[in-house]
Every structure is written in C-alpha cells, then in structure tokens.
C-alpha cells in the first residue's frame, strides 16, 4: 500500500508540469493560434526560474520569473504569427529551437548550483491519514493550484462572456471582427497568458518535480502537453485527467524499476511516449469527433482587411 501510495503521489506531481503547459496550449488553440513552442518556453522559463532562487532563496519569484520569461516569449511569438502573419507552426518550431539553444547558454553556470532546502507542505490532519495523507495531502502547493487553474478555465471558457468571446474568436474570428470585437488583440492575450502558464510549468520542473538544472531537462514534456489538448478534445477538465494518465505512465517506470522488474530501461522510457503516440492513434481514427470539437479556425491567419 506504501508503494501504490508513493505511485499516486508522484503521478500528481507529475501531471501537473502537464496539466499547467496543456491549460496554457488550450487557451492558444481555443483562439485559434497553435503553438508548437512549448518546449523552447518552457526550457527558457526553467533556467530563468532556477536562476532566479539561486541568487534570491524565493521559489515563489522563481514562479514569477518563469511565468515572465514563457509570457516574453510568447509575446514575441505572437507579435509574428498575428500582426506579421508568419506561419504559425514554422515559427513554434522556431521559438522550441531558440530556447533550447539559448537556454543551455544562459545555463552554463547553474549546472553544478543546487537550490535551497525545499520546504514542505503537508495538509494539517489530511497529511496524516493513512494511504490517502501521503498519497494526495503532502503534495507542493502547485498540485493544487494546477487542479484549481483547470477548474477556473473551464467556468471562464463556458460560463462567462470572456470565455464566449474567446471561443467566437478561434471559430470565426471574422464574425467576432464584424462585431467589432479586437480580433487580434484577444488573440494575442490568449498567446501572452499561454506562454505563462508554459512558463510557470517550466519553472516548476527545474524547482520542485527535479530542483536542478541540466541542459534539456524538460525533455519532451512540451510536445507531450501539445498533443494532450488534441486527447482532452480542447476540454480542460479532460485535460487534467489526461495529465495525470500520462504522468502515471512516466512514474510507472521508476516504480517498475524499483521494484526490479526485469524489462529493459530503454522500453521503459519509451513509455510516455509511446502512450503519446497511440492515444493520438485512436482519437484519429474517428475524425468527426475532433472536427465537433476542435476550434474551426485553428491554425489560420486572420487579416482583418479581407
């Protein structure tokens, strides 16, 4: 019962540098920009967050900077792909190569730093319950705040005026211009608050999920919370459970291998991805249900002069 206690434990820490990049790459695609630099905001915002409590002590403004340095760069994605109208997807791809280079760079030094003792949060009374204390009530508040963000998107998205707004834009965003609506500066809003959100799940992963840095240490989890807003069909609530599946099956390995279980290592990392690829597999093989889902103008320039 330990072990499944620690299993669950660590798949919520897990899912949740998922679930904030995933809430955050929803927002984009619910007013239609795609965004496939995630992975580069989210290293940039890592290194700026790890950066920070190295010569501060404060993990709180290690937050704060990852959430700042994700929200630049994705202003400057956006600046591009809304006003410049380049291609959305050549210049994602772009910005993931520009923050891996550039955060191995600004890293150089911090790569034998170590942060300050984490200190810990356990619930008063919950932590304390068997099974159920360690498994969900010793978690960072960060956990929390990741389940919080998908329930407050979910009521913004659907059940307030800013949400249907943000919705029309990413449908038809020519409708939204005819009533008079700023088309490309919601846009842009959606893209800035995105990347923040990229950006607080990056600092998260070089201060708490593993507090250090090393050269490409989100390793894939950008492209992982991409493809979750595609599996959760663009529903936040979807998007939750959906982190914390993927992050079961990456803590499955460690478990696995601490249990000595005779598989070797390489298939065990191939696992999250793996799961990655045939959960895409399927969703595909009904496209009526993305296409119900899924925003009509994803992906697609707006010029408002047309």
């Known amino acids: 019962m330990d072990s499944i206690a620690l299993l669950l434990a660590s798949t919520l820490g897990a899912g949740t540098v998922l679930a904030i990049a995933a809430l955050g790459l929803l927002i984009n695609e619910k007013a239609g920009i795609v965004n496939l630099g995630a992975e580069g905001m989210m290293l940039c915002a890592a290194i700026a967050g790890f950066a920070v409590v190295v010569h501060t002590g404060n993990t709180w403004l290690g937050f704060a900077a990852g959430m700042a340095a994700g929200a630049f760069l994705a202003a400057v994605f956006g600046g591009l792909v809304i006003w410049l109208n380049t291609n959305q997807y050549a210049t994602g791809l772009a910005l993931t190569l520009f923050g891996a280079g550039f955060s191995a760079f600004a890293g150089i030094k911090y790569v034998q730093e170590k942060l300050p003792e984490q200190s810990l949060y356990p619930i008063p009374y919950l932590a304390d319950i068997a099974f159920i204390g360690p498994a969900l009530f010793r978690q960072h508040p960060m956990v929390y705040i990741a389940m919080a963000l998908a329930a407050g998107l979910a009521w913004l998205l659907y059940r307030t005026r800013a949400g249907l707004v943000l919705r029309s834009v990413g449908e038809s965003p020519e409708s939204a211009h005819a009533l008079g609506y700023p088309v490309r500066r919601i846009r842009l809003a ?7 959100l990229c950006g607080l799940a990056g600092a998260y992963v070089s201060l708490v999920y593993t507090p250090l840095w090393v050269e490409g240490m989100i390793a894939g989890k950008g492209w992982i919370a991409l493809a979750l807003t595609t599996f959760a069909t663009w529903r936040p609530a979807r998007v939750l459970l959906g982190a914390y599946l993927f992050g079961g099956v990456t ?24 799961a990655t690829i045939v959960v895409l597999v399927l969703i595909s093989r009904n496209p009526l249900w993305i296409r119900v889902n899924m925003p009509t103008s994803i992906g697609k320039p707006f010029y408002p002069g047309a």
């Open 190 to 196: 959606a893209v800035v608050a995105g990347g923040a």
């Open 251 to 274: 803590m499955l390995q460690f478990h696995l291998q601490g249990l000595g279980v005779n598989v070797p290592t390489q298939l065990l990392s191939m696992l999250p991805y793996l």
